[in-house]
């Protein structure tokens, strides 16, 4: 069935939660992003921590969905498979751009910024946190290369299973762990009626100096 363009072009929302203006922000964006993560938290918005995570090669950009699994003053964290395509296209440019849209809350967030591994010891550390599952499917699944069919996950994962039987963990994978973006530039975005929103970016000017600026809608 053919989809409804003009009920498409119809769908909009008048935002009118919350306002900001630059003297409400917080000196750091990383505690300004802290206390809207937690209102979003807050707002029992489920799966506050996914996130759009942008890479970009010469050839073409490309995005998925990404789960923040920590935030701290260095930057935004998250797993994956290295050899997958966003771990190689990052290994050709480790400059990336991330995107939280908390609907809930009228409120989006972008990051720019760089990417870098982390070390061996935290990645496992995380890994190891995982439910058994979840540690299986990571060396059952060589992400984004073809395979012919489901069959060859499952079997993967059953093989793997009977391996580690009697062990609650598994060991990392060597192609698997964590990433961390330090951001460069975050902006925050409050949606306000008639499309009057309101923009606050921070941008970084020299070492942990940020200027605090608003944008035009
Ligand atoms: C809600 C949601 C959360 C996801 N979280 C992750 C994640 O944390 N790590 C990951 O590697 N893939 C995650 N994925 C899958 C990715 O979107 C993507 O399909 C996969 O990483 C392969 O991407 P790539 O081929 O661009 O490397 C998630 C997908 C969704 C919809």
């Avoid at 009118?16 to 964006?29: I, R, S, W, Y």
């Avoid at 707002?43 to 506050?48: G, Q, S, T, V, Y």
């Avoid at 964290?77 to 990052?90: D, R």
Wanted: aromatic share 12%; proline share 5%; with cysteine.
């Amino acid at each position: 069935m053919a989809v409804n363009n003009k009920l498409i072009a119809n769908l909009r929302e008048d935002y009118k939660a919350k306002t900001m203006d630059v003297q409400d922000m917080l000196a750091h964006p990383i505690q300004q992003f802290e206390i809207w993560f937690q209102e979003a938290l807050a707002a029992n918005i489920k799966e506050a921590n996914a996130m759009t995570l942008a890479t970009v090669t010469k050839q073409s950009p490309s995005a998925r969905i990404v789960l923040l699994k920590g935030v701290d003053q260095k930057g935004f964290y998250f797993y994956t498979n290295y050899n997958s395509k966003k771990g190689k296209e990052i290994k050709a440019n480790p400059k990336v751009a991330l995107v939280f849209f908390w609907k809930e809350l009228e409120r989006q967030v972008r990051v720019e910024g760089t990417i870098k591994k982390i070390s061996k010891k935290k990645s496992t550390l995380y890994f190891q946190s995982r439910p058994k599952g979840s540690q299986i499917g990571a060396w059952a699944s060589p992400q984004s290369t073809v395979i012919p069919d489901r069959k060859i996950l499952s079997d993967n994962y059953q093989a793997l299973e009977n391996q580690y039987k009697d062990k609650d963990l598994l060991p990392l994978p060597p192609n698997w762990g964590g990433y961390c973006i330090q951001p460069h530039y975050i902006e925050f975005w409050q949606g306000r009626s008639s499309r009057m929103h309101d923009r606050i970016c921070y941008t970084l000017k020299s070492r942990n100096k940020w200027v605090i600026e608003r944008l035009a809608p």
